[in-house]
């Protein structure tokens, strides 16, 4: 499968690609800054530079094109509400459209644990640009006839990965970005789980036999 991984230089990004690589996929993971280049490449994806933010629709078209998946991973990092709402909802939108014209049908999306259009998170608090941005990527693409599944993992951590988490939670946790990683691996191998919200903390499943389930 050749895959766009989008946010490439992200550190769930960088944690993904070698295992979608040793998967026998393709990886063009897409970076904005040519300096990440190199360490995006010793992943064994190859880099792709384009600035996700002043793409049009000719210009996604083009960088996804002949792409069999897309797994969005990028996000603007917080702080700027209007470059939140630019990268984690205007761009991941126009990822989506893209994706269906060119044909890559397979969509993973990264989101958030508790993510929805009734997040309920307050205009004031500095969290709210992120939340809306993110629901109505997740809505928006949960309305596409992409074959999506969004991966809603909890609080990030750096800890190892176990290879195990606790899916469909009732409570937001913890979980290493590592562990993160796998699933974006699990999903990609699992088309099963298309048209799946899969939330999750670190917990005791391992990846695979967890989102075996739900399939």
Do not use: C
């Not at 990004?13 to 393709?26: I, K, R």
């Amino acid at each position: 499968m050749d895959i766009a991984l989008i946010g490439g230089h992200g550190k769930v990004a960088l944690l993904a690609a070698p295992l979608l690589v040793e998967a026998g996929h393709t990886v063009h993971s897409v970076i904005r800054n040519p300096a990440h280049a190199a360490e995006v490449e010793a992943t064994g994806a190859k880099a792709v530079l384009s600035d996700i933010e002043s793409l049009d629709a000719g210009g996604w078209d083009e960088l996804l094109r002949g792409k069999d998946a897309v797994v969005w991973s990028a996000g603007a990092g917080g702080g700027d509400p209007e470059r939140t709402i630019a990268v984690d909802q205007r761009a991941a939108i126009a990822s989506m459209d893209a994706a269906q014209r060119v044909g890559a049908s397979r969509y993973v999306m990264v989101s958030y644990f508790g993510a929805s259009l009734e997040h309920g998170i307050p205009e004031s608090e500095p969290f709210h640009a992120y939340a809306e941005a993110k629901a109505q990527a997740d809505a928006h693409l949960q309305g596409t006839e992409l074959a999506w599944t969004i991966l809603g993992p909890s609080g990030l951590t750096l800890e190892e990965p176990t290879g195990r988490i606790d899916l469909g939670a009732p409570e937001s946790g913890t979980v290493s970005r590592a562990n993160v990683a796998r699933t974006i691996a699990a999903a990609i191998e699992r088309p099963g789980t298309a048209g799946k919200f899969l939330q999750f903390n670190d917990g005791e499943q391992e990846i695979g036999a967890a989102f075996d389930t739900v399939i």
